[in-house]
C-alpha cells in the first residue's frame, strides 16, 4: 500500500494524461491533490486510495446519482503547501473551498477551467503573487469567488467583467491595487463586492446604478478619490454601503436618499463636505450611520428624528454646529451616539437621558449647563443601561450628582476637562462595573471617598488637576484591577499608604504636586508592574524604597521633595543602613544570601554583593597606583621647598587656628609648622600630576621630610568634618610596608587634603604592569599586596580588574571573591564598609591553603 501510494504521489501526474479505467477519476484526483500537500492534524487521514469512491471522505460530497464529486469543502483544515493540479481532475466539481489554511504559492489561472465550478473560496491563506489574468476567461457558471485575507498584489483582472454570473466577490484585505476594472458595472448580477482593506486608487466609475441586484459595496480603506458616484442611488436594494477611510470629497450625492432600504451607511473618514442632509431622514432603515471624520459643517438636521430604527449614529471629529435636536427623541433604538470634537453647543438634551442607551459620547463639544439636572431629568429613573458616558471636555459646570451611583452598569465615566465643583460623591462606590474613571481637570473640593473601594472593577481611576484635600482612603486597595492611578496637581496630604503596595497590577501612579508627606513604605517594592511612579513635588521624608522598580525611577520623579533622601535625590541618607552582606567569617551555613563554608574554602556571595566587591577593589588598587605612578613621575623634578610647613608634634595633634581660612591640620606624627595658608601650596609648580581622586603635590616640609599632598576633588561625598576625620584617622594608624604611610591630613568644609609621605622609587603601578625586566607580578604576589593592605589598614567587571596578563594562573577561587569583597569596601555609605578586622578575616579565609605560603619579596 505505501509502494502505491509512493507510486501515486510521484507519477501520478503522469497517469493523469492515460486514462486508467481501474481507478475512479476523482479518487486518482483526490489522491493526487494530497499527496501534494501537508495535514499535519491528519483532517485527510479518511482519504484513502484503497477506496472505490471519495464519496464518503470527509469534506467531499457527491452527486447522489452520478456519484461524481461535486463539492470539495476543508475549511480551517490547517492545510499547506500548494492547491496542487489534482484537482483539475474533478470534472464535476461545482464547490471548492479551502478557506483558512496555510496554502501558500500563486493562484492556479487553470481551476475555472472546471466548467461547472460555482464557488472558489480560498479566503485566508497565504496565497500571493496576482491575480491571474486568463482567471476569469473560462467562468461562465462562476457565482462567487473569494481571495480574500491573502498576500495578492498586482490589478484586478479586467477579465472579471467576462463572470456575468457572479453574484459575490471578495477580494477584501490583500495588497492589490491600480483602478478599478473598467466593466466591473457590467456585472450585473452582483449581489456583493467586498474589496475593502487594499491599496486600490483613483476615481470610482459612474454606472453603478447598473448593479440593480446589489446588496453590499464595501470599499473601506483603500485610496480611492473623487466623489461618491452620483446614481449610487440607482443600487435601491442595497443595503450596506462603507466607503470608509478613503479619500473621498465633494458632498453626498442626493441619489442616496432613495436608499431606502440600506441600514448601514459608512462614509466616515474621508473628506466629505457640505451639511449632513435634510433628506437623511429619508433612509428610514437606517441602523447604523457613521459620518465621522470628514469636514461637514452646519446643524444636525432636525429630520434625524426620523430615523426611527437607528441604533448607532457617529458624527465624531466635524465641524457641527448648533445644539443636538430634539426630534431624536424618537430615536427610540439609539443604543450609541458620538458626536464627539464638533462644535456644539446648548445643553444636554433630555433624550440623552431616556432608558436604553449603551454609549453617550458628547466629549470635545461647547455643552454647558448643569449636569446634575438635565432639563429637570432625574438621573435615578434612567440611563441604568448606560455603559459609556463621555462628557469630557466641554463647560458642563455644576455638581456630580450624588445619584450617580443608579448607573450600575456604567463601564467609562469621563467627565474630565468641564467646570465641575463639590465633591465626590460617595456613591461612585457603587459603580460596580465601571473601569475607567476621569473626574480630572474640574474644580472638585472634598477628599477622595472611602467608599471608592466599592468600585472594584476599576483600572483607571484619573483624578488630577482638582482641589481636592484629605488622605488617600485605604479601602483603594479593594480596586485591586487598577492600573493607572492618577491623583497629581491636587492638595491632597498625609502619608502614602502602604495599602497602595496591594495593587499589585499598577503600572502607572502618578501623585505629583499635592502635598503628601512622611516616608514611602517599602512595601512599594513589589509593584512589579509599575512603569512609572511619579511623587515629584510633595513634602515625601526618609529614603526612597530600595529595589525593583525604584532602582531605576527617574529624578524627575522624586524631585521636589526637599527631605527625601537616597543616591537618586544626591543627599546621602541618616546612616540607617544595614551592611549589605553579613561580615562575620566566624559564621558557617548561609544567612541573608552570603554563605562562607569553612571546610571547603568556598565563598558564595549574593550576585550584587559579588558585583560590588569588584568594584570597589578596582577603585581601591587605582587610587593606590595612581597616586604612586603620579609621585614617580615627577620624582625627577627639582626640589623646590614650598612655603608650607606644619605644627604639631604628637600624634593625632591639633593645630587648630583662628582664622577660618586656615582650617585644621592633623599631623600624625613629626614635626611640621604651619606657616603659611594651604591655598598656597596648591600651585602649579609643586604639582605632580593628576588621578581620579584628585589632584597630587609634592612639598618639603621644614624638617626636610618630603610629602605628597593629595587634594581631594569627591570630597562632597563625605559632608562632615566629623566623618572625614574618623576615616582619616583610622589611615593614620596604619603603617606597613606595602603601602604609603598617612602623615596627616587638613579639613575646611570646601577643601580637604590628605598628607602622605613622599616615595620616590618606583611605584605600585610600574610593579603592576612593567616590572623589573618585564617580570611583572605574579597572582600570589598581587594577592599578597591587598591581602598586606588589608592587613595593615585607605577599608566594572571582575575580568577587568585582573591583569590580562595572569589569565589562567590564579586560582579562581579567590580572584573573584577579592574582588567583589573590594566593592563593598568602596561603598558611598561608609556604614555600609566593613570593618578592616572583618576584611582580614575574610581574606584569610578566601586565600587557597596551597598556594599561601609565597611571599612577595
Ligand atoms: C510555501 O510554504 C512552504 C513551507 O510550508 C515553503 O517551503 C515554500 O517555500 C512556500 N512557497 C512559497 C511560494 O511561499
Ligand atoms: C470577505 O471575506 C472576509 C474574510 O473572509 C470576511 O470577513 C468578510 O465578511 C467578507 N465580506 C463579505 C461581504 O462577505
Ligand atoms: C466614531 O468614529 C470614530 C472615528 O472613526 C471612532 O474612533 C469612534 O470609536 C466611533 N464611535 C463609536 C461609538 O463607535
Ligand atoms: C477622558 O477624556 C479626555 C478628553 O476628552 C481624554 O483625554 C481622556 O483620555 C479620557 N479619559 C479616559 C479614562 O478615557
Ligand atoms: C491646600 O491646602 C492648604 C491647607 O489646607 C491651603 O492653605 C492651600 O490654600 C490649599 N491649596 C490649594 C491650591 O487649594
Ligand atoms: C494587603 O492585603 C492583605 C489581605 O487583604 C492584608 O492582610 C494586608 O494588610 C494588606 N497590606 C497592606 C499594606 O495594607
Ligand atoms: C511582597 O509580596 C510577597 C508575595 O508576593 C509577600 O510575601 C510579601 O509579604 C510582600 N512584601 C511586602 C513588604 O508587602
Ligand atoms: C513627574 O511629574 C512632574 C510634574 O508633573 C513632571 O515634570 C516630570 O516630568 C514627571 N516625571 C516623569 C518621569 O514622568
Ligand atoms: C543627581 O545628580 C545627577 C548627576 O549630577 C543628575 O543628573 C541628577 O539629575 C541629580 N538628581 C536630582 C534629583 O537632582
Ligand atoms: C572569630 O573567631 C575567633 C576565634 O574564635 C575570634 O578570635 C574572633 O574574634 C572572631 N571574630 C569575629 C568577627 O567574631
Ligand atoms: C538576615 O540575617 C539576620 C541575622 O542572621 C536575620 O535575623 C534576618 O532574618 C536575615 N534576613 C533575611 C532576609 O534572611
Redesign the pocket.
Known amino acids: 500500500m505505501l509502494l502505491k501510494f509512493l507510486f501515486l504521489a510521484v507519477l501520478a501526474p503522469l497517469l493523469l494524461v492515460q486514462c486508467l479505467d481501474s481507478i475512479n477519476d476523482d479518487v486518482l484526483g483526490l489522491i493526487v491533490f494530497k499527496a501534494g500537500l501537508q495535514d499535519p492534524e491528519s483532517k485527510l487521514s479518511s482519504w484513502n486510495e484503497d477506496d472505490d469512491s471519495p464519496c464518503n471522505w470527509v469534506g467531499v460530497k457527491c452527486d447522489p446519482n452520478t456519484h461524481r464529486v461535486t463539492e470539495v469543502v476543508l475549511d480551517g483544515f490547517s492545510l499547506s503547501g500548494h492547491i496542487g493540479r489534482g484537482l483539475l481532475r474533478l470534472q464535476f466539481l461545482q464547490v471548492l473551498s479551502l478557506a483558512n489554511n496555510n496554502f501558500n504559492g500563486t493562484i492556479n489561472p487553470d481551476l475555472p477551467r472546471l466548467g461547472g465550478l460555482q464557488v472558489i473560496d480560498l479566503s485566508e491563506n497565504s496565497l500571493s503573487g496576482s491575480i491571474p489574468d486568463g482567471f476569469f476567461q473560462q467562468c461562465g457558471s462562476l457565482r462567487s469567488v473569494s481571495f480574500a485575507r491573502n498576500d495578492l498584489t498586482g490589478m484586478i483582472p479586467d477579465s472579471l467583467s467576462f463572470c456575468v454570473a457572479l453574484s459575490a466577490v471578495n477580494f477584501s484585505s490583500n495588497g492589490l491595487s491600480g483602478e478599478l476594472p473598467s466593466g466591473l458595472w457590467y456585472l450585473r448580477g452582483l449581489q456583493s463586492l467586498d474589496l475593502s482593506y487594499n491599496l486600490l486608487e483613483g476615481e470610482i466609475p459612474e454606472g453603478i446604478a447598473n448593479l440593480y441586484a446589489l446588496r453590499a459595496i464595501n470599499l473601506r480603506r483603500n485610496r480611492f478619490t473623487g466623489q461618491l458616484p452620483v446614481d449610487i442611488g440607482g443600487c435601491q436594494v442595497l443595503e450596506l454601503l462603507d466607503f470608509s477611510e478613503n479619500s473621498l470629497s465633494g458632498g453626498l450625492p442626493e441619489s442616496l436618499q432613495r436608499l431606502s432600504s440600506c441600514a448601514t451607511v459608512r462614509l466616515g473618514g474621508n473628506s466629505f463636505t457640505g451639511e449632513v442632509p435634510g433628506w437623511i431622514g429619508e433612509l428610514t432603515s437606517l441602523e447604523s450611520l457613521d459620518l465621522s471624520v470628514n469636514r461637514l459643517s452646519g446643524r444636525i438636521p432636525v429630520s434625524i428624528g426620523d430615523l426611527n430604527v437607528l441604533k448607532e449614529l457617529n458624527l465624531s471629529m466635524n465641524q457641527l454646529t448648533g445644539g443636538l435636536p430634539e426630534s431624536m427623541a424618537n430615536c427610540v433604538n439609539l443604543l450609541a451616539i458620538d458626536v464627539s470634537r464638533n462644535r456644539l453647543t446648548g445643553n444636554l438634551p433630555s433624550w440623552i437621558f431616556k432608558a436604553g442607551l449603551k454609549s453617550v459620547s458628547l466629549s470635545g463639544n461647547s455643552l454647558d449647563e448643569s449636569i446634575e439636572h438635565p432639563s429637570g431629568v432625574s438621573l435615578a429613573v434612567s440611563l441604568q443601561s448606560l455603559q459609556v458616558l463621555d462628557l469630557s471636555s466641554n463647560v458642563f459646570s455644576g455638581e456630580i450628582p450624588s445619584d450617580i451611583g443608579v448607573l450600575s452598569g456604567l463601564q467609562l465615566f469621563n467627565v474630565s476637562r468641564n467646570q465641575l465643583f463639590g465633591s465626590i460623591p460617595p456613591s461612585v462606590g457603587e459603580l460596580t462595573m465601571v473601569q475607567a474613571l476621569d473626574l480630572s481637570d474640574n474644580r472638585l473640593t472634598g477628599s477622595i471617598p472611602s467608599e471608592i473601594g466599592g468600585a472594584a472593577s476599576l483600572k483607571e481611576l484619573r483624578l488630577e488637576m482638582n482641589f481636592l484635600t484629605g488622605k488617600i482612603p485605604t479601602q483603594i486597595q479593594k480596586c485591586s484591577s487598577l492600573t493607572s492611578l492618577i491623583l497629581s496637581r491636587n492638595n491632597l496630604s498625609g502619608p502614602i499608604p502602604a495599602a497602595i503596595a496591594n495593587l499589585t497590577n499598577l503600572k502607572y501612579v502618578d501623585f505629583s504636586f499635592n502635598r503628601f508627606s512622611e516616608s514611602l513604605p517599602k512595601e512599594l517594592t513589589n509593584l512589579s508592574h509599575l512603569l512609572s511612579f511619579n511623587i515629584s513635588h510633595n513634602n515625601l521624608k526618609g529614603d526612597l524604597p530600595l529595589g525593583g522598580f525604584f532602582n531605576t525611577i527617574f529624578?524627575s520623579s522624586?524631585?521636589g521633595n526637599p527631605s527625601l533622601c537616597g543616591s537618586?535625590?544626591?543627599r546621602s541618607c541618616p546612616s540607617v543602613h544595614q551592611k549589605p552582606i553579613v561580615l562575620n567569617p566566624n559564621s558557617s551555613g548561609s544567612s541573608n544570601g552570603t554563605s562562607f563554608n569553612l571546610h571547603h574554602r568556598k565563598i558564595a556571595l549574593s550576585i550584587s554583593a559579588l558585583i560590588a566587591i569588584g568594584a570597589a577593589a578596582c577603585i581601591t588598587l587605582g587610587v593606590v597606583a595612581v597616586t604612586l605612578l603620579n609621585i614617580h613621575a615627577r620624582s625627577s623634578m627639582a626640589r623646590s621647598p614650598a612655603a608650607f610647613t606644619f605644627s604639631g608634634g604628637e600624634d593625632f595633634s591639633c593645630s587648630p587656628t583662628n582664622d577660618p581660612n586656615y582650617g585644621k591640620l592633623v599631623m600624625f606624627s613629626g614635626d611640621a609648622d604651619f606657616v603659611a595658608g594651604a591655598q598656597a601650596l596648591l600651585n602649579k609648580d609643586s604639582e605632580l600630576g593628576r588621578g581620579g581622586f584628585g589632584v597630587v603635590y609634592r612639598t618639603v616640609l621644614r624638617d626636610g621630610r618630603s610629602v605628597a599632598i593629595k587634594k581631594l576633588t569627591v570630597s562632597s561625598l563625605i559632608k562632615s568634618q566629623d566623618e572625614f576625620e574618623k576615616e582619616v584617622k583610622k589611615l593614620g594608624e596604619v603603617r606597613h610596608h606595602n603601602l604609603v604611610t598617612l602623615e596627616g591630613y587638613y579639613w575646611t568644609p570646601s577643601l580637604q587634603l590628605l598628607i602622605y609621605e613622599f616615595v620616590s622609587s618606583g611605584s605600585l603601578y610600574k610593579h603592576l604592569h612593567d616590572g623589573p625586566d618585564k617580570n611583572y607580578l605574579s597572582w600570589r604576589q598581587r594577592f599578597n599586596i591587598i591581602l598586606g593592605m588589608a592587613r595593615a589598614l585607605e577599608d566594572g567587571r571582575v575580568e577587568e580588574c585582573i591583569d590580562g596578563r595572569l589569565q589562567g594562573t590564579f586560582p579562581a577561587d579567590e580572584a573573584i571573591p577579592v574582588v567583589k569583597l573590594g566593592l563593598i569596601c568602596a561603598s558611598q555609605v561608609p556604614s555600609n564598609r566593613p570593618d578592616m578586622e572583618e576584611v582580614v578575616n575574610i581574606l584569610e579565609l578566601i586565600q587557597c591553603p596551597a598556594e599561601g605560603q609565597e611571599e612577595l619579596e
Open positions: 529624578p522624586v524631585s537618586i535625590v544626591n
